[in-house]
């Protein structure tokens, strides 16, 4: 019989592609890029999208009216990570789940500003509700991550 070291198997998933993104996605990273929160508004339900969608989640109605956010944002939830992972900072490293003030939509993204160093204090300086502030990358190329990471505002 194998033991269980014998079955075990390392995976590495690193898919690069490259995609459309369509009228909609392209003028939210061009804001992204100027350093504009842009978001955009549902017809019907008058909810605000960021990030911008072209149709409602919602109610499946078009969103084509743009509206500038002011980067005030919110800390829905939390995890703190310690193990290295693609596309976060060396660890320890905090996720957020965020969301701009206005938006029906939450999303992702690296919290910053925080001493991660001793994790029994991490609380101390976190919580579910706290305002946060966007801290931008000197140079940006018109995605998500040209927000380098949020920190407490």
């Known amino acids: ?48 999208h960021f990030p911008a969608k072209p149709f409602c989640d919602k ?3 078009a969103c084509d009216e ?19 992972m693609p596309h976060l900072p060396k660890p ?15 999303f992702v993204h690296n919290v910053g500003g925080i001493d991660v160093s001793d994790p029994t204090k991490v609380e101390e300086q976190l919580t579910v509700g706290m305002k946060l502030k966007p801290v931008w990358k000197d140079v940006r190329e018109g995605d998500m991550f040209d927000i380098d990471y949020f920190e407490p505002a």
């Open 66 to 84: 743009w509206v500038e956010l002011d980067g005030s944002a919110t800390l829905v939830t939390y995890a703190v990570c310690y193990i290295p």
């Open 59 to 61: 109610c499946y109605e």
């Open 92 to 106: 320890p490293s905090i996720t957020g789940i965020i969301n701009f003030n206005g938006s029906i939509l939450n």
């Open 1 to 48: 019989m194998a033991s269980i070291e014998d079955q075990k198997v390392d995976y590495s998933w690193n898919i690069p592609y490259s995609a459309v993104v369509g009228e909609t996605y392209a003028l939210f990273m061009k804001g992204m890029k100027d350093k504009k929160i842009m978001g955009n508004t549902c017809k019907s339900c008058k909810g605000v």
